[in-house]
């Protein structure tokens, strides 16, 4: 079988944006870290479009 590059985002996309985001938080916080997310200007613009959509 030959080799298939399955791209930078592969792994984003696989888990999903939401589900790898609560894995890293989880991976900080683990580290001893107090995390605080924010949404970018762009992240909430696509999340109000998408509901738009709907």
């Known amino acids: 079988m030959p080799y298939r590059d399955l791209g930078p985002d592969h792994f984003t996309n696989r888990l999903g944006k939401e589900r790898q985001t609560r894995r890293l938080i989880a991976q900080l916080t ?16 696509n999340r109000a479009n998408t509901y738009h959509r709907r």
């Open 30 to 45: 683990a580290l001893g870290m107090d995390v605080t997310i924010t949404a970018t200007r762009t992240d909430r613009m």
